[in-house]
């Protein structure tokens, strides 16, 4: 049997029409509308966590409009017959995603709105052409279509919809908004520019949101979707039988996301059970309620790849997906103390946090409390023990995916902020052949930044890359080319200088010397100095470091000339 997966494919239909994998979630149509009598449930999960892929599956499954008896076959749901029997295609669906509402500008952001809300319209095109709509409702719903209505017809829009479909098929309409709060998250990180929009666009939101659940004798139940939950602007606020699910919640946990014997069942289909645990370390680990859950946006991506090529590594799938912006507007907030924090669990240690699933876009950064909420939320921390209750909980990293996240936004951060006069003295300190006055601003530099792989040798080569990299000089950073070059080799051409550095790692303070030392012996053992020609000075240092300490010591005698002609 062939083995296809459908990669970023969120249309329910197509996904089943064209016999893609497709790990059944739809029991949660069953557990949602039998089990409770919510009259809006809002989940909040992260990014790739397949909300849009549920919604469309939601909306196949109840739509009037569609005939979907065929795409829903062997799936848990049809397991409750009289429930598809009274529900499956019973009921006007209307659908809408507010995922690409975002842009620079309020004005681009709102006609990003307009365009979303004349694509819903003219879906329901032929909706108009009955005799039971009203006619004002048909002129307004003429000038959305036409993407030229008033404010006021797009705070009405979705109940105008509703009304119409109400109309036209007799029964109240079920409604499903995914990503309702993109077009906030978006705002929100425009706020502190000239170009600052949040206001306006939450007053069109709230607006939209509203008119649509609050009292609305057309609704038959809704479903919205997004990253966060928003408490203060009173979005929900007055909608009767409410309730909202995060990640913090037992209920539905286990619906987004993958669980173990879901990736296990998914590999065994792929004939690619020997990647299972490779996946486990980089895409498992998020504790969603009482569910540890894989990110189903990975899995499915690396399983295609395995399926290319059987040998194929983990790679970050995530991080050109999500904003993680989040993580260094975290890092650049100087009235937080976070740094021994990021350190602990870039270390693979766990922190103790009280944190809320109800915040808002405007207030994030006004607490500590709040950003770690909002990795928690947005999938970048999980926590640590899932029968933990409670505010106050342990907070981790998931998984080695989003530790190079966390490591990539750290290093960014330390290359863009490190003061340039600080490098320059540390240069000059090199050439003048300082070794404590290098030692000394390395050291500085050590405390000034934030150390992950638990001050593995590999982590002190990637933060003296770095320190060098832009300053004027040819740098090359060779570790991963194998045995025979040196760590760096930072050339000065226009000055016919180099410098060469072994860095070690000493396992404790008292080594430092000893590991220097052995340092410069490799250089002058492995004649590392050989090819650098026409070079007039060729300083070689070992370099040796043990936590956030460092030690410099200078190769005293010359570099031989065959070294430098050879």
């Known amino acids: 049997m062939s083995f296809t997966v459908g990669i970023g494919e969120a249309d329910f239909a197509v996904l089943r029409k064209e016999n893609a994998y497709y790990v059944d979630k739809t029991e949660i149509i069953y557990e949602l509308v039998h089990d409770t009598k919510n009259k809006v449930t809002l989940f909040t999960r992260p990014r790739r966590f397949g909300k849009t892929l549920m919604m469309s599956m939601m909306e196949n499954f109840f739509s009037i409009r569609k005939a979907s008896k065929s795409i829903f076959e062997g799936l848990s749901i049809t397991e409750h017959r009289e429930f598809c029997k009274e529900w499956m295609n019973q009921y006007p669906v209307l659908f809408v995603s507010f995922k690409d509402v975002e842009a620079e500008e309020f004005s681009d952001a709102y006609d990003m709105l307009g365009v979303r809300l004349a694509d819903v319209c003219k879906d329901l095109a032929d909706v108009i052409d009955t005799d039971a709509v009203d006619e004002d409702d048909r002129e307004a719903f003429r000038r959305l279509k036409a993407e030229s209505g008033k404010k006021s017809d797009v705070k009405n829009s979705l109940k105008m919809l509703m009304r119409m479909m109400n109309a036209v098929y007799g029964k109240r309409v079920i409604l499903l908004i995914d990503e309702y709060d993109v077009p906030l998250a978006k705002a929100s990180e425009k706020d502190t520019s000239k170009n600052g929009y949040y206001s306006k666009m939450l007053d069109v939101i709230k607006g939209i949101m509203s008119t649509a659940l609050k009292d609305n004798e057309f609704l038959q139940f809704a479903v919205t979707t997004g990253c966060l939950r928003i408490a203060k602007e009173s979005i929900f606020t007055g909608t009767n039988n409410f309730a909202s699910y995060s990640v913090l919640d037992e209920r539905f946990s286990k619906y987004f996301g993958f669980l173990e014997n879901e990736v296990k069942a998914m590999l065994e289909a792929a004939d690619r059970e020997e990647a299972a645990e490779e996946i486990k370390e980089w895409y498992d680990g998020y504790v969603f309620g009482n569910s540890y859950l894989y990110c189903p946006w990975d899995v499915i991506n690396h399983i295609s790849a395995l399926r290319y090529k059987r040998t194929a590594k983990p790679k970050n799938y995530w991080k ?236 005293t005698k010359s570099v031989p000339i065959s070294f430098q002609m050879a």
């Open 320 to 555: 050109n997906t999500s904003h993680n912006g989040i993580l260094l507007t975290f890092v650049k907030h100087t009235d937080f103390d976070v740094a021994g924090k990021f350190e602990k669990l870039l270390n693979a240690g766990t922190i103790v946090q009280t944190i809320s699933d109800e915040l808002t876009y405007d207030t994030l950064h006004s607490t500590e409390d709040n950003l770690w909420s909002v990795l928690l939320m947005t999938g970048y921390v999980t926590k640590a023990d899932p029968d933990e209750d409670g505010d106050t909980v342990s907070l981790k990293i998931p998984n080695k995916e989003i530790a190079s996240i966390f490591q990539d936004s750290v290093a960014r951060y330390f290359t863009d902020t490190v003061n340039s006069d600080t490098i320059q003295n540390l240069l000059e300190a090199l050439w003048e052949k300082d070794e404590i006055r290098s030692g000394e601003i390395l050291s500085g530099l050590l405390w000034d930044t934030i150390s992950y792989n638990d001050y593995h040798e590999d982590y002190y080569h990637a933060f003296l890359a770095g320190v060098f990299v832009g300053r004027g000089y040819e740098v090359e950073s060779n570790k991963e080319k194998g045995l025979g070059r040196p760590d760096i080799f930072l050339k000065d051409r226009k000055n016919r200088r180099a410098i060469i550095i072994e860095a070690k790692k000493a396992d404790k303070e008292s080594d430092l010397g000893k590991d220097c030392d052995k340092a410069i012996k490799q250089i002058v053992d492995e004649k590392y100095a050989e090819g650098l020609y026409g070079y007039e000075q060729i300083l070689c240092y070992g370099i040796a470091f043990f936590q956030k300490q460092a030690k410099v010591k200078l190769l």
